[in-house]
């Protein structure tokens, strides 16, 4: 039997599901966890007892013997605590998203060629069940060659912005673009193709009374043009603040079309696809609804949180790290083919909706290009550079707003502190 993998999660919002991962599967355990908020921790701790060790700060949590370093903290703050672990000698993890300037990129990816470990992208939708089944039918040759894409994650945030954002004006949620957020859209076109994106040209909706309800600062949706290397073409929209949820995708090949289910509810996952009739032996209509999108992951991960995607992937780069060479993962430079052409979209927004050259930074000479650009809409990094939140010019949202979210979260606080008693 193969030894498990030991996993260290940093950040027990978020990271709570993945490390539940470790009690639920066979190939991995738990060993340490790290958050410098100290119910947080506490919380953890009541909740995955004494075996595990507990840390409020990094550094001493990197020198912990573990073979992953899980990281789920804010999400504009991934890059410096994975090119410390990679440094460290960890294998890292890293939750959405992978970096927010190119500079980090470019630290990262040196750090990742350098370092000799593994960086894996925690890019959920990419292994929900009809993503992970449209990649399988791309990559086996039966849909053809890859043509065009549609992606589309639009998530109605409104009712619980106040827990996601803190009720804080500054936090990165509500500071954020509307294209900062976008590996849920494009992340799985990317996957299913196999292909990188060379150009994107970017789409801002306008400003709209719902994100300033919510205190937000950006738009409430963007969108993405993407060209890939062989001349393919994406659609990605994506954002926080439209009316209904919808997580779907749709791509087209040489020899047909497939596509999930439309409308689909929180949480379950995309798990329905549909088929073009003469790629399904003995079909005979025009579409064809393919039941058949499980693989031998899927009763294990059925219950998991994000329709199963989570499980599924933690199990497979935990496989990768035994050994598996047919193990499905997304590593670093994939996950920039994710990330970069929501980032350069803005950048196509900001320059007049003008189509915008995505870097290759597999190439280290590309990299020398970037190494100064801090372009990103956070003070602390950004410098000189600091870009609005909205293309327009950051709205002026009053303290009033955030004052009355922040009673919500105390109100929510108090609620779950009766539910658990």
């Known amino acids: 039997m193969k030894q498990k993998i030991r996993i260290g999660v940093l950040g027990g919002g978020r990271g709570f599901s993945l490390a539940q991962f470790c009690e639920q599967s066979d190939i991995a355990e738990l060993v340490a966890v790290c958050d410098n908020d100290p ?12 075996n595990v060790a507990y840390y409020d700060d990094f550094d001493a949590f990197l020198v912990h013997e573990m073979d992953l370093v899980v990281l789920a903290n804010y999400a504009n703050a991934h890059a410096p605590f994975a090119v410390k672990a990679l440094k460290a000698g960890k ?19 040196d750090a990742v060629d350098a370092s000799g470990k593994r960086y894996f992208y925690g890019e959920n939708c ?15 040759g039966q849909m053809g060659q890859f043509r065009y894409g549609e992606g589309e994650y639009m998530h109605d945030l409104e009712k619980d912005w106040h827990r996601h954002s803190h009720s804080d004006p500054n936090h990165w949620r509500n500071t954020m673009t509307a294209f900062f957020y976008c590996t849920h859209s494009i992340g799985p076109l990317i996957h299913i193709s196999g292909l990188r994106p ?38 990605s929209i994506h954002g926080v603040g439209p009316a209904e949820y919808s997580l779907w995708y749709s791509c087209l090949g040489d020899r047909g079309k497939v596509e999930s289910e439309r409308n689909i509810l929180e949480g379950e996952g995309s798990g329905k696809l549909y088929m073009k009739a003469d790629l399904v032996e003995g079909s005979e209509d025009g579409l064809f609804r393919d039941t058949d999108v499980t693989d031998e992951l899927t009763e294990l991960a059925r219950g998991y949180s994000h329709g199963g995607a989570d499980f599924c992937m933690m199990y497979r780069l935990c496989q990768s790290l035994q050994g598996d060479p047919q193990a499905d993962y997304i590593d670093f430079y994939e996950a920039c083919d994710m990330f970069l052409p929501g980032m350069f979209a803005y950048f196509s927004v900001l320059d007049g909706n003008r189509p915008q050259a995505i870097p290759n930074l597999r190439d280290p000479k590309e990299r020398d290009r970037w190494r100064n650009d801090t372009r990103c809409v956070d003070p602390a990094v950004a410098g000189d550079q600091l870009l609005p939140s909205y293309s327009k010019g950051n709205p002026d949202i009053p303290q009033s707003v955030y004052d009355g979210l922040r009673e919500k979260l105390e109100a929510f606080y108090k609620e779950e502190i009766e539910r658990i008693k």
């Open 39 to 50: 119910r947080c921790l506490n919380g953890l701790r009541e909740h995955f007892g004494g």
């Open 91 to 109: 294998n890292v993890l890293s939750e959405l998203l992978p970096f927010q300037t190119m500079k980090e990129a470019c630290q990262l990816a």
């Open 126 to 140: 990419c292994f929900m069940a009809a993503p992970k089944k449209m990649r399988q039918l791309f990559q086996s």
């Open 198 to 235: 060379v150009s994107v040209t970017g789409f801002e909706a306008p400003y709209t009374e719902k994100m300033r309800r919510m205190g937000a600062k950006g738009a409430p949706f963007g969108m993405e043009i993407i060209t890939l290397e062989n001349g393919a073409l994406l659609k």
